[in-house]
């Protein structure tokens, strides 16, 4: 992808954005709030950019449900804090982002990342090295190997690395020269089916939607977290056994989370009795992982005719990694962006973007996959298949136009926040105000975050 000729960074991005969803214009979006996240890469356009992709998506979706388009203003500044944080607990902590052990090594010829958050992914990482479970003793191991050596083998024992490439590399890499052909989100028609939106009204217009989301960590939730923010009815369901405490505070906003075991039979069944009543369908494994299951699109939208289905790879639908697990801090050491901020920084390792960028604007995107799926089934009757990937996402920063030096932005203020604490499971704290404002459209939520598995899996 090649951007306009002068056009912004945000500009480019967001008509990127737009042509992705099928969108032959871009309407105007009133933006507001100045300064960007430091980075040799335009992150805070790249979130404004998302954000207003999503608030063109649901405008249009209520213009075609009620007949009157909203106006829809992004604030820069919040968008761009929201993709590092969106709350301020009021006395307790957040949970640790990361695992002890996550986090980049120099290993013998370069550097690789290793992404130990879940068990079984640091387990398999261990294995590999033949380590203990400690920092220096891994940071040992791993400098006896080359980088792309030490990738393979924990990718092939179930775990989750990546080494550095530059962004030339990447281009070069079987993998990097598919996702460059695969489109920013790929569509298919679905089969005919209601539209799911009886219970919408104006102010709310997803009221009544209901929304099955099996998606974990960030993009997936973030995706799931703004379609809640609008009044839709979104049932989280996770595995017995998984955890993720230092994203849920975010991103379970909005949400009743379930556990179901889909590998179990009566867990399949009763998943399949829930996607028969949904509207939308939001998820994140990797490809063919349903189909495993008997669960292939076919299967989904012969269950519930008329689906809005999307869903998000870490590298790509094609190529080589297609079925590879990975996560936003892999794929920014996989594609070049963090060698290009090492180079940029003159430093002597890795400078990633400064926030998970790439899962928070995928998320956005994904969301705005599933109002424009919406609006199409409301103008067809039929739903929809819809993907898109981090590492897509990826390439769509890298070819944005560089962006002007700009301040950080400035610190939060009492203004920034909601006006009351959220009683979130953790204790109380206070949550920025949203980035997208829709007139007469309030983004708000009716559930505080919570745990997993506290609800039941119903709707």
Not at 420 to 431: D, H, K
Request: proline share 9%; hydrophobic share 50%; aromatic share 6%.
């Amino acid at each position: 992808m090649t951007s306009a000729v002068g056009a912004s960074p945000f500009d480019a991005m967001l008509t990127a954005i737009r042509h992705a969803l099928g969108a032959d214009d871009v309407p105007p979006v009133a933006v507001t709030g100045t300064g960007a996240l430091p980075s040799v890469f335009p992150v805070s356009d790249l979130a404004a950019a998302s954000v207003a992709a999503a608030g063109l998506a649901l405008a249009e979706l209520v213009a075609a449900r009620f007949g009157s388009r909203p106006a829809v203003t992004v604030d820069r500044r919040l968008a761009a804090l929201w993709f590092a944080r969106s709350l301020i607990p009021q006395g307790w902590e957040l949970p640790p982002a990361w695992d002890a052990v996550a986090g980049d090594y120099r290993a013998a010829d370069g550097w690789i990342r290793l992404h130990t958050n879940a068990p079984h992914h640091r387990a398999a990482a261990l294995s590999v090295l033949g380590s203990a479970p400690e920092r220096a003793a891994v940071a040992e191991a791993v400098a006896g190997w080359t980088a792309d050596d030490l990738e393979a083998a924990i990718v092939a024992a179930g775990g989750c690395a990546a080494a550095m490439r530059s962004a030339a590399a990447w281009a070069a890499h079987p993998q990097g020269a598919a996702v460059a052909r695969e489109p920013l989100v790929d569509w298919q028609d679905g089969e005919e089916g209601p539209d799911g939106l009886a219970g919408a009204r104006p102010e709310r217009p997803l009221a009544g939607l209901r929304v099955l989301d099996l998606t974990r960590v960030l993009a997936g939730p973030v995706a799931t977290r703004v379609l809640a923010g609008y009044g839709a009815t979104v049932l989280r369901l996770d595995p017995p056994d998984w955890d993720e405490p230092g994203v849920l505070p975010e991103t379970t906003l909005g949400k009743a989370c379930a556990r179901l075991d889909l590998r179990d039979p009566a867990g399949r069944a009763r998943f399949e009795a829930l996607l028969a009543g949904a509207d939308v369908l939001v998820h994140g494994y990797r490809p063919d992982a349903l189909a495993r299951l008997g669960l292939d699109a076919a299967a989904r939208a012969c269950l519930r005719p008329g689906l809005v289905d999307v869903s998000l790879d870490a590298y790509g639908w094609t190529g080589p990694w297609r079925e590879r697990r990975g996560f936003d801090s892999l794929v920014q050491m996989s594609c070049g962006l963090a060698e290009a901020g090492m180079r940029a920084a003159g430093a002597d390792r890795p400078v990633p973007l400064p926030v998970q960028a790439l899962d928070h604007a995928t998320g956005y995107v994904m969301a705005a996959a599933v109002l424009h799926g919406l609006a199409r089934r409301l103008a067809t009757g039929r739903g929809c298949v819809a993907r898109t990937a981090l590492a897509r996402t990826a390439a769509l920063l890298l070819a944005a136009p560089p962006a002007p030096l700009e301040p950080a932005p400035a610190p939060l203020g009492p203004d920034d926040c909601m006006d009351a604490p959220e009683p979130t499971a953790w204790g109380p704290a206070l949550r920025l105000r949203p980035p997208l404002i829709l007139e007469g459209v309030p983004m708000c939520w009716d559930r505080p975050a919570g745990h997993l598995g506290t609800a039941a899996p119903e709707w």
